[in-house]
């Protein structure tokens, strides 16, 4: 257990762990049938929030970052990344294969007929090039290129969370229905893709200076008056 510690960090665990424990409390649903009385569709859909969920977190990694100084937060959005495109995939074989299995005229006819499905599918397919050269080597190959094509993230999480709060019963737009989770979703992502524009981000990062300024200017003794 020690070692366990020695080697990785607290917040190193704590993602592993949740992202784990979420795979592990589904299989026990399924297996203990504490699904609802849509198995199938409740996967689909406890899926597909946690790779939304997981994205929103790597999202929030560089502006937490330069707000409180926690260097860390960098470190671990690849590790939040492929989690999320994990359990992307996994949503995606449920849609495609438990779901559906593999009747590829009944699933474009659902697409068809459900045009949200065409925006989980786009956002799905363009995470592929984001999970594939999230390595180390890719990086060093695609040089400049490399934060080119991971910044698509920036339109990548939109498209996801218009599919998801489509894929609602309700009306997104005007507030209607079982939109509850997906608006919340949407405003964090929002202010956390607003703290992405560099003016923003330049007075995030100088936030913590000028906090500390004005504390210290707050703790200074109070000058004497000449008599």
């Given at each position: 257990m020690k070692t366990i510690f020695f080697r990785y960090t607290p917040l190193q665990i704590t993602i592993h762990v949740y992202a784990w424990s979420v795979l592990v409390f589904l299989v026990y649903d399924l297996i203990t049938g504490n699904l609802s009385a849509n198995p199938i569709q409740e996967l689909e859909q406890r899926t597909g929030r946690h790779a939304i969920t997981l994205l929103i977190l790597s999202l929030a990694c560089t502006p937490l970052n330069n707000l409180f100084g926690w260097r860390e937060l960098i470190k671990r959005r690849r590790a939040l990344g492929l989690y999320a495109f994990m359990y992307?995939?996994?949503?995606?074989?449920?849609?495609?294969?438990?779901?559906?299995?593999?009747?590829?005229?009944?699933?474009?006819?659902?697409?068809?007929?459900?045009?949200?499905?065409?925006?989980?599918?786009?956002?799905?397919?363009?995470?592929?090039?984001?999970?594939?050269?999230?390595?180390?080597?890719?990086?060093?190959?695609?040089?400049?290129?490399?934060?080119?094509?991971?910044?698509?993230?920036?339109?990548?999480?939109?498209?996801l969370l218009l599919h998801y709060a489509l894929g609602k019963k309700g009306d997104f737009f005007v507030l209607q229905g079982d939109i509850i989770r997906p608006l919340i979703y949407s405003l964090v992502a929002g202010i956390l893709l607003l703290m992405r524009i560099p003016r923003v981000r330049k007075f995030i990062a100088s936030f913590p200076s000028r906090s500390l300024s004005r504390l210290r200017k707050r703790g200074a003794p109070p000058e004497t008056i000449a008599q």
């Amino acid at each position: 257990m020690k070692t366990i510690f020695f080697r990785y960090t607290p917040l190193q665990i704590t993602i592993h762990v949740y992202a784990w424990s979420v795979l592990v409390f589904l299989v026990y649903d399924l297996i203990t049938g504490n699904l609802s009385a849509n198995p199938i569709q409740e996967l689909e859909q406890r899926t597909g929030r946690h790779a939304i969920t997981l994205l929103i977190l790597s999202l929030a990694c560089t502006p937490l970052n330069n707000l409180f100084g926690w260097r860390e937060l960098i470190k671990r959005r690849r590790a939040l990344g492929l989690y999320a495109f994990m359990y992307a995939t996994i949503h995606v074989i449920i849609f495609v294969n438990i779901d559906y299995g593999f009747a590829w005229s009944l699933i474009v006819q659902t697409i068809v007929e459900k045009p949200y499905i065409i925006l989980g599918l786009l956002g799905f397919l363009l995470l592929v090039p984001l999970a594939a050269t999230s390595f180390d080597e890719w990086k060093r190959r695609l040089g400049k290129n490399w934060k080119r094509l991971h910044q698509t993230i920036y339109f990548i999480v939109p498209i996801l969370l218009l599919h998801y709060a489509l894929g609602k019963k309700g009306d997104f737009f005007v507030l209607q229905g079982d939109i509850i989770r997906p608006l919340i979703y949407s405003l964090v992502a929002g202010i956390l893709l607003l703290m992405r524009i560099p003016r923003v981000r330049k007075f995030i990062a100088s936030f913590p200076s000028r906090s500390l300024s004005r504390l210290r200017k707050r703790g200074a003794p109070p000058e004497t008056i000449a008599q």
